[in-house]
Every structure is written in structure tokens, then in C-alpha cells.
């Protein structure tokens, strides 16, 4: 027991720390109560409608390290990298190079030793030498990974 309760200014039911403590567990719940409100009103999803089959040609017409022949257009390949930060060096084999090469968005490329392209994106383009190009794609943001994709249509 403490002797000196009688003389304390102190107030018992004045502690800070349990005031506090009160009123993080009073916002606490405020805010449950708010999020299972936004829950309850919540739109159902969307139902999405699965992606149509792609169609392919007979295998007979279809050459596997040939992009053209699943409809694409080659307008380059990549020679190596350039710098240590992931820009790759692209020779031009398109007639529009500056349009295709240096305009950013979404293109496919096509691995060396693999059989189909894959979709990419194109982050910025720029003009190096008379047919060749300087080329940043998203997730290539090192020397390592630009070279790997030497070779690549």
C-alpha cells in the first residue's frame, strides 16, 4: 500500500497511457466496423469471358523459328547489350525502324532457341547508328539479363 495516496495530486483515473490504450482500441473498432461496411457493399465481380481459342495454321505450313509464320512482322535482332543497365543494341530489318523500334509499347520477342514470340514491353527506343538501335524493355534492368537475349527476333 502506498503511504503517500493520500498527498498525491495524481489522479487514479488519470493514467496517459491507459487513456491511449482506450482510445486505439475505440479507433480499432471504428474502423472494423467501417471495413466490413465497404465489404457488404462491394460490387460482385465482373464475370470475364474466357479468351477465345487462338487458331493456328497446320503444322505443315508452319516453319518453328519462322515469326512470319504466326503472323508476325520481324523488325529486328538483338546483338548484345549496351551499358550496365539493361539497354539492348537491335539491328534494324524493318523499312519503318524509327516508328517500330523507338516508339514505346507492347512488341513480341521471339528467343533464339525457342519456338514462339512472347509479349514484351517497350519502355523508350533511341537511334544509335545508322541501323541500330538502343532498346529498354521492362524488367531488363541489368547487363546480365540484356545479354541473355542476344540472338532474340
Known amino acids: 500500500k502506498n503511504k503517500y495516496a493520500n498527498?498525491?495530486?495524481?489522479?487514479?483515473?488519470?493514467d496517459p497511457f491507459e487513456k491511449l490504450l482506450a482510445e486505439t482500441t475505440?479507433?480499432?473498432?471504428?474502423?472494423?466496423?467501417?471495413?466490413?461496411?465497404k465489404k457488404k457493399r462491394a460490387q460482385p465481380p465482373v464475370n470475364v469471358e474466357p479468351l477465345a481459342k487462338i487458331a493456328f495454321p497446320d503444322n505443315k505450313e508452319i516453319d518453328p523459328y519462322d515469326p512470319t509464320t504466326f503472323?508476325?512482322?520481324?523488325?529486328g535482332h538483338i546483338t548484345g547489350a549496351h551499358g550496365?543497365?539493361?539497354?539492348i543494341k537491335v539491328t534494324a530489318t524493318t523499312?519503318?525502324?524509327?516508328?517500330?523500334?523507338?516508339?514505346?509499347?507492347?512488341r513480341h520477342l521471339k528467343p533464339a532457341?525457342?519456338?514462339?514470340?512472347?509479349?514484351?514491353?517497350?519502355?523508350?527506343?533511341?537511334h544509335r547508328?545508322?541501323?541500330?538501335?538502343?532498346?529498354?524493355i521492362q524488367d531488363v534492368t541489368d547487363r546480365e539479363a540484356a545479354l541473355q537475349l542476344r540472338g532474340s527476333t
Open 7 to 14: 498527498f498525491s495530486k495524481v489522479q487514479p483515473d488519470s
Open 26 to 37: 475505440q479507433k480499432l473498432q471504428q474502423l472494423e466496423t467501417e471495413h466490413q461496411q
Open 71 to 75: 503472323g508476325y512482322t520481324e523488325i
Open 84 to 87: 550496365v543497365n539493361g539497354w
Open 95 to 106: 523499312d519503318f525502324p524509327q516508328e517500330r523500334l523507338c516508339t514505346a509499347g507492347i
Open 113 to 126: 532457341k525457342k519456338r514462339a514470340p512472347r509479349q514484351i514491353v517497350l519502355i523508350q527506343g533511341k
Open 129 to 136: 547508328l545508322e541501323e541500330e538501335y538502343l532498346l529498354q
